[in-house]
């Protein structure tokens, strides 16, 4: 069964790693028993369906399908990190960005990730992800 997550990123990590999503480790794991901080992350799994989120820029990337299980990367340039490895589905022109406020505010879909249109930061605050609806 096909699950669905909305990604909170930032364009940064897009531009470095457009090809995976990471979580970073939770900070009271000894070494030998590592855990994303996120218990979330744990959850996806191959084949899973993400809306790739920009905070700060406040655009969607892309839609993505994931492609691999969680792994570790302790030596890259995110240093110590579990990611998942992803591949587009759905991408925009290249430059050319869905702004959320728009489909947000200028479209007539609702989301249940987002109940009050008015207040869909604060769904977000604190998060790198979210469950999302089939509809969503």
């Known amino acids: ?3 669905y997550y909305f990604v909170v990123h930032d364009m ?13 480790i939770h900070p ?13 992350f744990r959850k996806i799994r191959r084949g899973d369906k993400i809306v790739y989120y920009a905070a700060g820029s406040y655009v969607i990337l892309g839609l993505f399908t ?5 792994e570790y990367y302790s030596d890259d340039m ?7 490895k992803i591949e587009p589905d759905l991408l925009p022109p290249k430059g050319k960005y869905l702004h959320i406020k728009k489909l947000l505010f200028e479209s007539n879909f609702t989301f249940d990730v987002f109940p009050d249109k008015r207040l ?4 977000l605050r604190g998060k790198t992800l979210k469950n999302l609806t089939k509809a969503d």
């Open 1 to 3: 069964m096909v699950s």
């Open 120 to 123: 869909w930061h604060t769904a």
């Open 78 to 84: 995110w240093q110590s990190v579990f990611v998942r």
């Open 66 to 70: 994931v492609k691999s299980d969680m």
């Open 12 to 24: 940064m990590a897009h531009f470095q790693h457009g090809d995976m999503i990471c979580c970073k």
């Open 28 to 40: 009271e794991t000894e070494p030998k028993q590592l855990k994303p901080k996120q218990q979330m």
